[in-house]
């Protein structure tokens, strides 16, 4: 249909306009207000922040007079004069679309002012105001992405497209993109494209303004940061670090030296003619490092026992920006002094070379500023070879670092190179693993980008080259302090609210988990506890105002604490909102074209400079208002430091990865320091921080399920597990989802069991399976892993080994076997005397005879003939019998069992199961309360169950009293006693039963 214009006095009138793509398709332009439509109000942190527009834009969509309106491909769509969204107190443009329902239609529309607008000569940025309709993490089916895209026109030549942004957003958000380089001049604005939108149901967003304008950088100011704690290399920049202080990591010079297993050794560096030798001797062997300084990097060869293992660098290579590789050639100087070999060539190149213990300690220097990447080249001349991925040592999505597994002789050794990260100045490693015949990529190198200037960083990186015959001695160290609270989290299991929503539903829920015993625990809470909607969760000192604001969460917070949880709320410094309190565009992370760092949807990245500072600033306020004792300190440990470098010139550190990780670094330390307990992040890339937090997600977002994975938790165990206490493996359905099916009810259990097996074989601390997923499954996550936990938490293994059908093998001969991968039955002890034994083999049953000897000691107890762990199977005890856990085998019924002084827990899965304790049909906890009183908590079940005289309780039950979840009494049980056994008849609703023996006069306790 036609409109045509309806003149009026006034400047708001009635304007529409039909511009049709297709015959029948009608657009519509609405240039007045509705004044039945109801206000919005403005984004309540501006209000709190007293923000006004820092400059006129260029263009405001609060007149429409003389726009057109076009649609193609199917689009149908109305531009409306609106008051329903507010800004800046003014009115915005609503823009109603949708499509013919075809997905590969890609309808579009477009806006066009009445005139083109000219933008300033010197203009190099844009930015608009847009309100969005879908979460991108959501990705809703009904409301598929739109991108935007700004037309311009040159004076003569064709048109030019700048895309700024798909909308990924709900509610107002600031979209910036600098202008590319090399437009002519003069330009002026056209259009806005907006494409995609085929959905057939209407969708709206809204425009507020555009702005063309030239960026104007003033200098920067950041307070001095704590000294990193190593020397640097000579002329190499701190960055901020040069402060008052020092950072406590890393912990030693060494750095990421690997651990030593061999004993007492020598090494020794020898000249041979005009090559150099570096030797390793020692009771378990010999290794040796060739080096020829005219043939630069790939000059490295090594061999084990006098047998050749091959080049690890043949074809490394430092690449200059203007195609220039090297260093090759003959040195220019060469000097061998204390141990250490120093080679100069021509083109401004330094290699020093060293050996310690069994590792080739190699310093690569260029400090031209014209070095683009060092590339670590292949290891070449290798018999058999095989890369080994280690868990949780990742780079990310894509190729991984890994370990080489080749044949020596007859021998097998394994050879690494790691980045040192602590000594790094570069801004981005990379991976690259695969084998050849007889090559090999283990690891891929690090590369040096321009910094908003232009200019790029001096080169200065340390590798550490290492060949063993033991896997764990070329695994990196991370010389991190451990948590500062950690140690209060070994016994705990996490609890996640995901928000909450609505505090007082998560107390309920909480109230309802601390009757089943869940005593234990530590509640994070995560970003929606802040805000009411889609406004800003990060940089928030005030609580979201339709929840109650700052009173309810402080009162929520009390609560939790109340349950005897560890409760902490959500921070990040790494997510920052244009809307936010605190915004400035200073406080964005620019990539080396300039453009800000764009984050999670709406919000950008925050420099880590600011990062650390609104944290020391912050963090202390959150903790005096609301007295969390625990927090999630999200994001910094889930991007890579090297995806988060912040390329302003105007910062110091600028264009290195190193500057994020020891700002991260801080923030973490700094958080565990302020809230007085433990406190959390993300994970993924936690083992570089292992230890500056106290935990992590066990997560890793690599796109290699551990599930699928070999099972293979060495270097978590040594080096991750020793610091901090990281939590499940991730959360449930994040290790489940790799599994056929996995919540089917016929394989439910099964992937559950394996969620928890996976916890216990990584030294984690558990992660509280959902109630979703049923209450009992909860609960028997809690009593099979805290007791466990609390024995291992922080303490370095004693002993790692798998099970190759007849005996237990080291993890060096398992690697060969590929057990971890084929059989993965796995052995861990700790010091102590616990013993994890771990069946995860796809279908077979394991009766390692060691089993059977060790829980002889458990006599009494657990009244099994014969131990079986199934697949998902596992046992857990201490040799001196003070705690005893199995999930196996009785017959052919899966069952549990775990008995402690603190309680003891069994469930037959819904079919009777007896023990010295206890007998019922289903998941039954036994606690002391008192020389001569018990607790019992049915966590399953509804059939009557049997107490018989653990813990040292004597003669007749003579009283017993059953509670509800919300804690009150409930009618008395029907008992039958025979003065050694109790048999209760449950009471309905009932969870937990106090009973007391022997002493009438005695009160019941009531925990």
């Not at 060739?290 to 290579?317: E, H, I, K």
């Not at 290699?351 to 014209?370: A, E, F, H, P």
């Not at 995901?498 to 829920?509: F, I, N, S, T, V």
């Not at 201490?878 to 009785?890: K, M, P, Q, R």
Request: net charge neutral; aromatic share 12%.
């Amino acid at each position: 249909m036609n409109h045509r214009p309806i003149t009026s006095p006034r400047a708001v009138h009635w304007a529409c306009l039909a511009v049709c793509a297709q015959a029948g398709v009608a657009q519509t332009l609405i240039a007045r207000l509705d004044p039945a439509e109801p206000l919005g109000t403005r984004p309540y942190e501006m209000v709190w922040a007293n923000r006004t527009e820092p400059a006129p834009p260029s263009l405001r969509f609060d007149q429409l007079e003389g726009w057109t309106l076009q649609a193609e491909a199917g689009a149908e769509a109305s531009l409306e004069l609106s008051r329903a969204q507010n800004l800046w107190d003014r009115p915005v443009a609503k823009l109603r679309y949708r499509g013919a329902g075809q997905a590969n239609a890609q309808p579009r529309i477009v806006l066009t002012p009445p005139q083109p607008i000219g933008l300033p000569a010197d203009a190099d940025s844009v930015e608009l105001w847009a309100y969005g309709n879908r979460w991108d993490w959501e990705n809703p089916p009904d409301t598929p992405p739109v991108g935007l895209v700004l037309r311009f026109q040159a004076a003569s030549g064709p048109l030019h497209e700048l895309p700024l942004d798909r909308v990924r957003w709900k509610e107002w958000w600031l979209v910036h993109k600098r202008l590319p380089a090399g437009w002519p001049a003069p330009l002026r604005f056209t259009g806005l494209e907006i494409g995609g939108g085929w959905q057939t149901d209407w969708r709206e967003i809204y425009f507020d303004s555009v702005r063309f304008y030239r960026e104007e950088l003033a200098p920067l100011d950041f307070a001095p940061r704590p000294q990193r704690n190593l020397t640097l290399f000579e002329g190499q920049s701190p960055g901020a670090n040069t402060g008052p202080g020092t950072l406590p990591f890393p912990t030693r010079a060494e750095t990421i030296l690997p651990m030593h297993f061999g004993g007492p050794y020598t090494n020794w560096v020898a000249a041979l003619n005009s090559s150099f030798a570096f030797h390793y001797r020692g009771e378990d062997g010999e290794v040796t490092y060739g080096f020829s300084p005219r043939q630069g990097l790939a000059g490295l060869s090594a061999s084990c026992n006098g047998v050749t293992v091959g080049r690890p660098l043949d074809g490394a290579q430092i690449r200059l920006a203007d195609g220039a590789v090297g260093p090759t050639g003959e040195p220019e100087a060469l000097d061998l002094a204390g141990g250490v070999l120093r080679v100069r060539y021509p083109g401004g190149t330094l290699l020093q070379l060293r050996i310690w213990q069994k590792s080739l300690v190699l310093d690569v220097i260029n400090t031209t500023g014209q070095a683009t990447d060092l590339n670590f080249g292949q290891v070449l001349a290798v018999v058999e070879p095989r890369a080994i991925f280690v868990p949780y040592l990742t780079y990310g999505g894509g190729a991984q670092p890994a370990v080489l597994l080749s044949r020596a002789g007859t021998n097998r050794v394994f050879t690494s190179l790691w980045l040192d990260w602590y000594r790094s100045n570069g801004s981005e490693p990379y991976a690259a693993e695969g084998t050849a015949t007889n090559a090999a990529r283990i690891n891929g190198g690090v590369r040096y980008h321009p910094r908003t200037d232009g200019r790029r960083n001096p080169l200065f990186e340390r590798l550490f080259l290492t060949v063993s015959p033991r896997f764990e001695e070329v695994l990196p160290t991370v010389p991190n302090p451990v948590g500062l609270h950690a140690h209060q989290a070994v016994d705990r299991l996490w609890q996640e609210s995901w928000g909450p929503d609505d505090y007082e539903k998560q107390m309920r829920r909480s109230r309802m988990l601390r009757a089943y015993g869940l005593e234990m625990l530590i509640q994070c809470n995560h970003e929606i506890a802040w805000r009411d909607g889609g406004e800003s969760f990060t940089l928030r000192t005030r609580a979201a105002p339709n929840k109650g604001g700052d009173a309810a969460l402080a009162e929520y917070v009390a609560h939790q604490r109340g349950l005897g949880w560890f409760a902490g709320l959500y921070s990040n410094y790494t997510d920052y909102a244009p809307v936010n309190e605190f915004w400035t565009p200073d406080g964005v992370q620019r990539a080396a074209d300039g453009n800000w760092r764009t984050a999670w949807p709406r919000c950008y990245a925050l420099k880590p400079l600011k990062a650390v500072e609104f944290d020391a600033r912050l963090a202390p306020q959150i903790q005096a208002q609301y007295k969390p004792n625990s927090a999630y300190t999200d994001v910094h440990t889930a991007v890579a430091p090297w995806s988060y470098i912040d390329y302003d010139a105007r910062v110091p550190g600028a264009g290195t990865f190193a500057q994020t990780f020891y700002a991260y670094g801080e923030i973490l330390r700094h958080d565990s320091q302020v809230y007085g307990g433990p406190i959390f992040s993300e994970g993924t890339y936690h083992w570089l921080y292992a230890g500056l937090a106290d935990g992590n997600y066990a997560l890793a977002y690599n796109r290699r399920p551990l599930a699928h994975e070999p099972l293979l938790p060495v270097f978590d165990l040594y080096q991750i597990h020793t610091r901090e206490c990281d939590i499940g493996m991730g959360w449930t359905a994040n290790f489940c989802d790799a599994l056929p099916d996995w919540r089917k009810p016929e394989n439910l259990d099964r992937a559950i069991d394996r969620f928890l097996l996976h916890t216990l074989a990584y030294g984690h601390i558990g992660w509280l399976v959902e109630e979703a997923h049923g209450i009992e499954r909860t609960c028997r996550s809690y009593y099979m892993l805290q007791q466990v936990q609390a024995r291992y938490g922080l303490k370095p293994p004693t002993r790692i080994a798998y099970w190759d059908g007849t005996n237990l093998v080291s993890v060096s001969e398992a690697l060969v076997q590929d057990l971890p991968r084929n059989r993965r039955q796995l052995f861990v002890e700790y010091p102590g005397g616990l013993q994890l034994w771990l069946n995860d083999h796809p279908t077979e049953n394991w009766q390692p005879p060691v089993v059977q000897a060790g829980l002889r000691l458990a006599d009494g107890g657990l009244q099994i003939p014969e131990w079986s762990l199934p697949p998902a199977g596992w046992a857990a005890f201490t040799t001196d019998g003070e705690l005893v856990s199995y999930s196996g085998l009785n017959g052919a019924q899966r069952v549990d069992y775990l008995r402690s002084p603190a309680y003891t827990y069994l469930d037959g899965r819904g079919q009777p199961f007896a023990t010295a304790e206890a007998a019922a049909e289903s998941g039954l906890v036994i606690r002391p309360l008192a020389p001569d009183q018990l607790e019992a908590i049915r966590t399953s079940g509804r059939g009557p169950f049997t107490i018989r005289r653990p813990y040292d309780v004597r003669g007749a039950c003579v009283a017993v009293e059953a509670y509800g979840v919300d804690g009150k009494a409930l009618s008395t049980p029907v008992m039958q006693d025979t003065g050694e056994t109790t048999r209760l008849e449950p009471v309905e609703a009932a969870v937990r039963y106090v009973l007391r023996f022997g002493s009438a006069s005695a009160p019941l306790l009531k925990p």
